[in-house]
Each structure stands twice: as structure tokens, then as C-alpha cells.
């Protein structure tokens, strides 16, 4: 039996389990390049959609990342973890889809952490059209379309048509007829810009259709990033460069910083290891995790609500609803502040 467990390789061969192996521990964390502060476009990122799968296929985890657990103890084998910003499946305006995914082997006894950096996963084209081919064409109709799926793109759209990676075609239907005008292959984070224009000759409308690809490829993977300023380092010197709750305590010491993370709970007094989360009665402070379902005290960090705005502003007592929601604190991290890491003097918040 021990010869045929060392030779175990493919995933499909840790779908079994042996009583006797111990098991492992399996955390995931969204890294710091990762979208942030919902938009029309983006959710908030405690809504991204994540799944855990064992070697066999079988769901363990599907749901929210922000209620997602903190860990799951798994049986040693291989793993595929993915998140995505939200369901993507036809062309559509406004929908960039961010993700990623990762095959992971857990071994007995092993506390292993997934690191999820999400980039753009689906495409994009946006058209320029030129005001002659609105002369031209008065009545034509532009269609982006992708495996057999149309979708309209009117004369006064702004928005990107974002689409799944591969063949994209534009299409004009123009008096009942129908012309392809172009097809392209699109690579995933591609944003196309597709120049239109129909100059007409001799002052006579339906000109011809004249088509020029911008060469120039559009990456998006950085569109939205916490924090980023083009160099990928958050030092905390704005709540734009937010240092993220699981990065706090390597700043231990540091003034005057920025932090960001979800508010989970309060009361940090009470006895037991997990922070309190309803029936709130101290409004001096306050607890802030990676994620939403994050209650285990050692994994937050508390938060001091000075008398104040600060205070009138995030205290649960007041605020109930504010559990699970994101927030920007500045202050001072300390090493230790009810028995876990804290920021004290809080001076600045921003709520997204």
C-alpha cells in the first residue's frame, strides 16, 4: 500500500481517502491585486462568487467569498479553487467578469493558503463612430456578435461590450441586409477600440464602410487595483493605498496609516476567541476582517473609535447594519489591542 501512495501524482488519484491520513487545512485569501470598490460595474469583492471542488468534482464550497469560511478541513488530495467578480456566460454592456482559478494539492497535516489574484477574464469592444457613418447609414443597426449571440450596439452607446475570449464579429444590418464587417480573434483582457466611418461620395448617403482596428491592445488587468499607484506597493499613505487587515501586523509600529477590511463584530472584551456579533453594547471600538464571515478574534483587527465623528459614524451600537460592510480606518497599528492586533487613534474613515 505504501509504494502505490508514494506513486500517487494526478489529481483524479486523491479523490479516494485512507481513514487513517490525517487531514489538512485549506484558507484561501484574496491578494492585494484584486478589484475593490463596487461600481456599477464591479461588485463588492465580499460578493465575488466562490467554489471549491475536490479532485472528484464534488462541490465542498459554492457562495460568496465574504461568507465563504475561514478554512476547511479537507482530506489530503488535490483541490481546484475558483472566484469570479460575477456570472459571465454572452455578450453584454458593462460586465467585465474578474477571477481566477487554481488546482492546489493538500498534503496530511498541511495548513495550506490559496493566494486568489484576480484579473480580467473576458474581453471587450468599443466602437468610434465617425459622424459620416451616421450619415450614411441612418437606419443601419450595429450588432456585436459571438457564437450566434447578437447584441445591439446603438450609435450613442459609450459602454464596452465585453464578451467571452475568441471569435467576435461586428455585423450591420442596413435595409433588411446584412453585412459582416469585420472578424476578430480577442484574447482575454483585450479591449478593442474599432474605428467606424462610411464617407459618402459625392454628397450621396450609404457611403462605404471604412473599418480601422486601433493596433494599439488595451490590457485591463489593472483597471481597478487597491491601492494601486503604478508601482503595486500600498503603503497605507492614503486610503487609496490601503493596507489590507492580513498585511496589519507586518506594519506594527507604524502612524497614521490606512487600513481597509469588513466590519464583523465588536465587543472585543468578552471572553472567548471569537469577536461578538450581535447585541453589541460598546460602541469604543470595533472589529475588522479580510471578510465578511470572519469572526475568530486573532484573525481581526480591533479598531479604536475615539470620541468623535469617527465614533458617531462606525459604532455598531448605533450602526447594526454596518456588520459586513468594507471601511478605510486611519490610525496608528499597534501589536497588541484586546489581545489581537489594533489601530488606535483613529482620526479618518471612508466608507465606499
Known amino acids: 500500500m ?14 479516494f481517502r485512507h481513514d487513517w491520513q490525517e487531514q489538512g487545512e ?3 485569501v484574496l491578494d492585494g491585486t484584486f478589484p475593490t470598490k463596487a461600481t456599477a460595474e464591479i461588485p463588492d469583492t465580499n460578493d465575488f462568487i466562490l ?11 459554492e457562495g460568496s467569498y465574504g461568507d465563504s469560511p475561514q478554512y476547511l478541513k479537507v482530506d489530503p488530495g488535490c483541490y481546484t479553487i475558483g472566484i469570479v467578480s460575477l456570472p459571465f456566460s454572452s455578450p453584454a454592456f458593462a460586465r467585465p467578469q474578474y477571477g481566477d482559478e487554481q488546482v492546489v494539492v493538500v498534503s496530511a497535516g498541511q495548513n495550506l493558503v490559496v493566494h486568489l489574484q484576480c484579473t480580467l477574464r473576458n474581453a471587450g469592444i468599443r466602437l ?15 450588432f456585436v456578435q459571438q ?17 467571452r475570449p475568441g471569435e467576435v464579429s461586428l455585423v450591420l444590418y442596413n435595409n433588411v441586409q446584412e453585412q459582416t464587417l469585420f472578424t ?3 484574447e482575454a483582457r483585450e479591449i478593442l477600440t474599432v474605428n467606424l466611418s462610411a464617407p459618402a461620395a459625392d454628397g450621396i448617403s450609404g457611403g462605404q464602410v471604412q473599418v480601422a482596428v486601433d493596433t494599439t ?8 487595483v487597491i491601492g494601486d499607484d503604478g508601482s503595486g506597493k500600498n503603503d497605507g499613505s492614503s486610503w487609496e493605498k490601503a493596507i489590507a487587515v492580513g498585511e496589519a501586523y507586518a506594519h506594527t509600529g507604524k502612524q497614521g496609516v490606512w487600513l481597509y477590511g469588513y466590519i464583523v463584530g465588536g465587543d472585543l472584551t468578552s471572553a472567548g476567541k471569537t469577536v461578538k456579533t450581535d447585541g453589541i453594547v460598546k460602541d469604543t471600538h470595533i472589529a475588522l476582517a479580510e471578510r465578511s464571515s470572519v469572526t475568530e478574534k486573532q484573525a481581526c483587527v480591533a479598531v479604536e473609535l475615539p470620541k468623535g465623528s469617527v465614533r458617531d459614524a462606525l459604532n455598531l451600537v448605533t450602526h447594526p447594519e454596518l456588520r459586513g460592510h468594507r ?10 489591542y484586546f489581545g489581537t492586533t489594533g489601530l488606535k487613534g483613529t482620526s479618518e474613515y471612508k466608507q465606499p
Do not use: H
Open 217 to 224: 491592445k488595451i490590457w485591463s488587468d489593472e483597471d481597478y
Open 147 to 163: 457564437r450566434g449571440v447578437k447584441l445591439k450596439y446603438t450609435y450613442t452607446e459609450k459602454r464596452i461590450a465585453y464578451m
Open 184 to 186: 476578430r480573434q480577442l
Open 26 to 28: 485549506l484558507r484561501w
Open 128 to 142: 468610434r463612430i465617425a459622424p459620416d457613418f451616421l450619415t450614411s447609414f441612418p437606419d443601419g443597426v450595429l
Open 51 to 61: 467554489t471549491i471542488r475536490d479532485g472528484g468534482g464534488a462541490l465542498l464550497y
Open 2 to 15: 505504501l509504494p502505490l501512495i508514494a506513486g500517487l501524482t494526478a489529481c483524479d488519484d486523491f479523490a
Open 327 to 336: 471601511v478605510y480606518v486611519k490610525g496608528n497599528i499597534e501589536e497588541r
